[in-house]
């Protein structure tokens, strides 16, 4: 009888280790991808950001500070890196610039240096400045390259619902938004994350209330900072509320309804006469209140807190005219027969 032979049984274990040394390598592979990608930032987006780091911080704590901003992706590659490259590397603290697309040395380099800490520098905006002045001023503290920063103004889109239906293009686009303040600026900042900070702040600073108050006068916001800016540039702060009774009056008036205010021809000449004549006040623009009805197209400077509420909450009067004294004060009338008797430095 013929003897048959036995067929070996496959070991299904050998099987299992097989795929378990084949799935382990896949995944050590693909971490090792990741880490390589991970330390030398080969797929981070380019994304740049200010960062505080307390002194003498440890890699641990700056990986999560890293990771919290978006910098980095993985807190534990980057503390081990960082242990094994920096050991006994202090950080001196301090707030730096940094950027995702950074590698991790270059982030330690720039971390762990008291050269790269950004310095800062403090500016106040003065109520009623405009938009070129404010641009200026920030050049000339060493905030901005001036004409990098007039080119954000002009053609920044900035993502707020007060800007909506400006047009990007023109130097004044923001114009009334620029809240003047003081602030705390970075040296040789990125014009755009300069700008927004003003832009935060007007957002704030006008308020719901304030946006229900303009709507129950018949305003826009757009409207109300216009009508607000011309306020700032023509009151003083003990009459603000009259004459913004006179510019509410006038938009009311079917006898006297030319804003005819002299800020806004100082807005279309471009400099701050003390007196301007009457040629000026025929100049054919559509900033000119004298020559056009109603409001102007947009605000003529950045009107603070104190003109915004006035504009909001003006006096009970029936005055039409004012007329700027020696001394600084308006005198004010309610009809044309007494302002041509009120003595007056303006035409």
């Given at each position: 009888?013929?003897?048959?032979?036995?067929?070996?049984?496959?070991n299904?274990?050998?099987?299992i280790?097989?795929?378990?040394?084949?799935?382990?390598?896949?995944?050590?592979?693909a971490?090792?991808?990741?880490?390589?990608?991970?330390?030398?930032?080969?797929?981070?987006?380019?994304?740049?950001?200010?960062?505080?780091?307390?002194?003498?911080?440890?890699?641990?704590?700056?990986?999560?500070?890293?990771?919290?901003?978006?910098?980095?992706?993985?807190?534990?590659?980057?503390?081990?890196?960082?242990?094994?490259?920096?050991?006994?590397?202090?950080?001196?603290?301090?707030e730096?610039?940094?950027?995702?697309?950074?590698?991790?040395?270059?982030?330690?380099?720039?971390?762990?240096?008291?050269?790269?800490?950004?310095?800062?520098?403090?500016?106040?905006?003065?109520?009623?400045?405009?938009?070129?002045?404010?641009?200026?001023?920030?050049?000339?503290?060493?905030?901005?390259?001036?004409?990098?920063?007039?080119?954000?103004?002009?053609?920044?889109?900035?993502?707020?619902?007060?800007?909506?239906?400006?047009?990007?293009?023109?130097?004044?686009?923001?114009?009334?938004?620029?809240f003047?303040?003081?602030?705390?600026?970075?040296?040789?900042?990125?014009?755009?994350?300069v700008?927004?900070?003003?832009?935060?702040?007007?957002?704030?600073?006008?308020?719901?209330?304030?946006?229900?108050r303009a709507?129950?006068?018949g305003?826009?916001?757009?409207?109300?900072?216009?009508?607000?800016?011309?306020?700032?540039?023509?009151?003083?702060?003990?009459?603000?509320?009259?004459?913004?009774?006179?510019?509410?009056?006038?938009?009311?008036?079917?006898?006297?309804?030319?804003?005819?205010?002299?800020?806004?021809?100082?807005?279309?000449?471009?400099?701050?006469?003390?007196?301007?004549?009457?040629?000026?006040?025929?100049?054919?623009?559509?900033?000119?209140?004298y020559?056009?009805?109603?409001?102007?197209?947009?605000?003529?400077?950045?009107?603070?807190?104190?003109?915004?509420?006035?504009?909001?909450?003006?006096?009970?009067?029936d005055?039409?005219?004012?007329?700027?004294?020696?001394?600084?004060?308006?005198?004010?009338?309610?009809?044309?027969?007494?302002?041509?008797?009120?003595p007056?430095?303006?035409?």
């Amino acid at each position: 009888m013929a003897t048959r032979k036995r067929r070996k049984k496959k070991n299904p274990f050998g099987l299992i280790y097989i795929a378990f040394i084949l799935g382990v390598s896949m995944l050590l592979s693909a971490w090792i991808i990741m880490s390589v990608n991970e330390l030398l930032a080969l797929a981070r987006p380019d994304y740049e950001t200010v960062i505080e780091i307390p002194k003498d911080a440890s890699h641990g704590e700056v990986a999560k500070i890293l990771k919290k901003n978006n910098v980095i992706e993985h807190r534990v590659l980057f503390t081990l890196f960082a242990t094994v490259s920096k050991r006994g590397v202090e950080y001196p603290g301090g707030e730096y610039k940094v950027n995702s697309n950074m590698d991790y040395r270059a982030l330690l380099r720039r971390l762990t240096s008291k050269k790269a800490v950004l310095n800062t520098v403090m500016v106040t905006i003065p109520e009623g400045y405009e938009v070129s002045q404010i641009v200026e001023l920030l050049a000339e503290k060493g905030v901005c390259d001036k004409a990098a920063l007039e080119d954000a103004v002009a053609n920044t889109d900035f993502d707020y619902d007060f800007l909506d239906g400006i047009p990007l293009g023109k130097s004044n686009r923001l114009e009334g938004y620029m809240f003047p303040d003081t602030y705390e600026f970075y040296k040789n900042d990125e014009p755009g994350r300069v700008i927004k900070k003003f832009l935060d702040n007007f957002n704030i600073k006008f308020n719901d209330e304030m946006k229900e108050r303009a709507r129950e006068l018949g305003f826009t916001t757009h409207e109300l900072i216009t009508f607000a800016s011309i306020v700032e540039r023509e009151a003083t702060a003990k009459d603000r509320e009259n004459i913004s009774s006179v510019f509410h009056n006038r938009l009311s008036s079917k006898t006297y309804p030319y804003l005819e205010s002299c800020a806004t021809v100082q807005y279309v000449l471009g400099e701050r006469k003390k007196i301007i004549s009457i040629a000026d006040t025929k100049i054919d623009n559509e900033y000119n209140t004298y020559k056009y009805k109603g409001l102007p197209p947009g605000p003529i400077a950045n009107p603070g807190l104190d003109a915004i509420e006035a504009s909001l909450y003006p006096s009970d009067t029936d005055y039409l005219f004012f007329a700027l004294q020696e001394d600084g004060t308006h005198k004010f009338s309610k009809t044309y027969e007494e302002h041509l008797k009120t003595p007056k430095i303006n035409p």
